[in-house]
């Protein structure tokens, strides 16, 4: 049993967690967790900030611990969400697909679309991928992740103007996709429109990117010091 100050460690973390003020969160929900505290959100919380950070095993371990309690359902949702992003970025890619799979089956959202959608590409799937991700766009046509995705499948297709229509779309709904801009300076790249080319690289470079991308901040650079050779 959690002691009364694993309990308010809890609470000083969600309050702080509330307040963006990761930092100090992490710290509390340390302290509570270390101290027997199992709350359902705040494990969930703890392993969220985790998961940002790139510290998948943990982030694992944490939302391993809330799968097996009694959640609500939009706990329930997230947990199973979160974990199948964990094992996508540990490299379980086929354990990160039957969950999303089995998850889109109870509830569908703009999240589990994205989410396996991109997964089925991942795998390799790309004809699998391309059919549920267009299916995904009669469920939201606006949706920047899924038009990432079918840019992204058309892309490793080498059919770079559908792809380039697609990366286009997405960058309509946001502007400051790192990803997409990666692969539409790629498109460029092969095209050998070098300028255009380091204007998307450029940009990308500046878009926050996190662990979660699916490109990282040194294969943006890479590109960059390459072309600028």
């Given amino acids: 049993m959690a ?3 694993a309990n308010v460690y809890a609470f000083l973390g969600n309050l702080n967690n509330v307040i963006n003020n990761t930092q100090k969160a992490e710290k509390y929900y340390c ?3 270390n101290k027997g505290c199992r709350q359902p959100y705040m494990l969930l919380a703890y392993g969220l900030i985790k998961l940002k950070k790139g510290e998948f095993t943990e982030a694992k371990q944490l939302f391993e611990h809330s799968n097996k309690m009694s959640l609500s359902k939009n706990l329930d949702i997230s947990c199973k969400m979160n974990l199948a992003l964990a094992d996508w970025k540990l490299g379980n890619l086929d354990d990160a697909e039957k ?3 089995k998850l889109h089956k109870e509830f569908r959202s703009s999240l589990v679309y994205g989410s396996l959608g991109y997964i089925l590409v991942e795998n390799g799937k790309l004809e699998e991928a391309l059919e549920y991700n267009m299916e995904a766009l009669d469920y ?5 992740v899924v038009l990432d995705n079918i840019g992204q499948i ?3 297709m080498g059919e770079y103007d559908k792809a380039e229509r697609y990366f286009e779309s997405a960058l309509k709904e946001k502007d400051d996709l790192a990803d997409t801009l ?3 300076g790629c498109i460029f790249e092969e095209r050998g429109n070098v300028d255009q080319a380091l204007k998307s690289f450029k940009k990308a ?3 926050r990117i996190t662990p979660l991308n699916t490109v990282t901040r040194e294969q943006i650079k890479v590109k960059i010091d390459n072309l600028n050779k």
């Fill in 154 to 156: 058309y892309f490793r």
């Fill in 140 to 144: 939201d046509e606006n949706d920047h």
């Fill in 3 to 5: 002691s009364i100050f």
């Fill in 99 to 101: 969950a999303l799979r």
């Fill in 182 to 184: 990666y692969y539409l």
């Fill in 205 to 207: 470079e500046n878009c």
């Fill in 31 to 33: 302290k509570a967790y």
